[in-house]
């Protein structure tokens, strides 16, 4: 199978291809995948994980949770519903985010965190993935706001 190339342009001036692109806040590889995306996600995730781990000393559950969503959450809010399943690093974002809930309850690192979740009310990212795919679509819109 050969891959051709495409020429645009316009009055002798064309585009130049390009392996990867920042669309939209997202970055999107040649191919269909994230990839580059969650790469480049990783470090500001890694970020909300050593404010979290500041913070849990001076302040009180809702104050970690509000920094919860105001750094994680809001980074990785809108790249599940692209293809997440199909990330190669996406177990990276998922271990982090295990991390937080686990630093944000004062728990030691291997606790397990799925009833953390639960008390916190905060999904983990790979199930609010599986709940926007078989979500009506009244919920998504609730979910995207």
Known sequence: MSHSTVHIGYKGK??????????????????????????????????TCHAIRLMVHI???STLKTIYYACF??????????FWDNSSNSWKISTLQKKIIITMAGARPRTSGRSIFKQLEILPVPCQYKLLVTASPSIIRKLLK
Not at 21 to 44: A, C, R, S
Not at 74 to 79: A, C, N, P
């Open 59 to 61: 302040s009180n559950i």
């Open 14 to 47: 064309y585009i130049e291809g390009t392996v990867n692109i920042k669309f939209l806040g997202l970055q999107i590889y040649n191919y269909i995948n994230l990839k580059n995306h969650t790469e480049q996600m990783i470090p500001k995730v890694s970020g």
């Open 73 to 82: 959450h809001s980074i990785t809010k809108y790249t599940k519903y692209f």
